[in-house]
């Protein structure tokens, strides 16, 4: 699905990928700033733990948001389709100043809420000014085209990376998490090889991307983002290789950011 | 991508995938309907031959559109992606009133045009008007997600589809092609399993979907069109289902559509 459009006068709230393994028992940077930019102490924050098959994952981010000073912290449980097209859920999503999407499996997140008015809601809250956090799966589902699974490695081949329709915040990105950890790079790059159109971000764990209603993100956290622009790719094998050859690949353009850099969605400038 | 925002007093343009082999012999009943609707006499078509790795095929087509009248007929000889953002390209499509893609491989058409100038342009004269066709490959590439690829065979399983970010004309659908002759139920299944949002639609050969600006699609020519609406999904497996494994979907519902027969995109209803 496409964003939902900003209405005049509003801003879209911030959109914030996380790479998964984020710090939550020193700084935990990441989850502060996030529950920060959504009011703080007055902060309504809703975890969907729906990615996770662990009963205790949505208590867990509810108690660590508790820790850190969130007014108040509900839990979305979206386990069946036919509550994700409940009243009662949106409702909650009407309340909410920021929402956060814990890791797991992100197909547990397309296959639940996808094309259900939770899902709806989400994007029109958003258009609305409300943020949106998602760590490891969560954050994955964040775009228009999810990267579902793949193998490891840093060469891109046809068969490398499943692709399937996302949550639809934005449609600039492909985002990928655990990159560095996982040897991601050759997946992501196939991913963008399909089609040149999107821009891709590979989160380190403990590192996120704080993307704002202007389309500028900020790197925080622990590790690095790889912004990877293809833009200005002069050839591509993509279309002749077969199933598990090599990809190649001419005119990418890469950056390594780290805490405090920035880049440009628009524009695709990178800042250290 | 998205489709290109509609402006006020404007009509989007038809769009019409055809699910390949269509008949160019005899009465050619599709051609000649979708050459009618751009204008017959005094049509500008512009086929794009780009998925095709054959020489002779845009002018084919170019012969076939004379053949039946067209006013002229050009072609935008795509070949790579420096050409796909030159303003010459972006001028002649200003002045088409309907564009055709061929068939070929789809990985063709998004290679090469993802994310260039000649994709927004597509997008933003069929948001004005402009009625875009494609066959096979062409068709598949229309919607925001095309099928890349898959295995035949009517029960879905994880690694049966191919999913990549298509041309972006329209959100609401997912298009496979020669279903019948090809066994492609089971890979559509699966497109929509990861995400119940779209709608499938399986196109068999010398068979069109004429989707018009309120998003009511009309079946042409001697096949069938399967629609496949997963939206009162029950139950889904894909999320736990191994790679090769048979996913388990309850609730899907399913219509097959022949000539004259209508699907609205907008409220899910059939009629023959």
Redesign the interface.
């Known amino acids: ?3 939902a ?1 900003v209405e005049q006068d509003c801003q879209r709230g911030f959109i914030v990928p996380i790479g998964g393994g984020e710090d939550q028992l020193r700084d935990r940077e990441i989850l502060s700033r996030y529950l920060e930019m959504c009011g703080g102490s007055n902060a309504h924050i809703v975890v969907i733990p729906t990615a996770s098959e662990l009963d205790d994952t949505g208590a867990r981010y509810q108690d660590l948001f508790r820790e850190l000073g969130a007014g108040e912290v509900g839990i979305l449980h979206c386990d ?3 509550e994700c097209n409940s009243q009662d859920f949106v409702d909650l999503l009407d309340r909410a100043d920021g929402i956060f999407m814990t890791g797991g ?1 992100q ?2 997140l ?3 809420l ?2 259900t008015r939770v ?1 709806q809601q989400i994007r029109r809250r958003n258009a609305a000014g409300m943020h949106v956090a998602g760590t490891s799966a969560g954050a994955a589902f964040v775009p ?3 990267i ?1 699974g793949g193998h490891e490695g840093s060469t891109p081949s ?2 490398m990376v ?5 949550l639809g915040l934005t ?1 600039r990105l492909i985002i990928d998490q655990h990159f560095r950890e996982r040897e991601r790079l050759g997946r992501l790059l196939t991913a963008l ?6 821009i891709g971000i590979g989160l380190d764990e403990d590192t996120a991307a704080f993307i704002g209603p202007d389309d500028v993100m900020e790197v925080a956290g622990s590790g690095g983002i790889t912004v990877i622009d ?2 200005e ?2 050839f ?1 094998s ?2 002749s290789a077969r199933r598990d050859q090599p990809v190649s690949l001419i005119g990418i353009r890469m950056h390594i950011l780290v805490a405090g850099g920035t880049y440009d969605l628009a524009t695709r400038k990178a800042r250290p």
Chains 1, 2 share one sequence.
Do not use: I, Q
Not at 162 to 166: E, K, N, W
Not at 193 to 198: E, I, T, Y
């Open positions: 699905m496409c964003p459009p069946n389709r036919k499996n197909l547990r397309s296959t639940t996808g094309g899902a228009e085209h999810m579902a046809p068969d499943t692709l399937a329709p996302g449609n090889a399909f089609n040149p159109f999107a293809p833009s790719l002069e591509s993509m279309d």
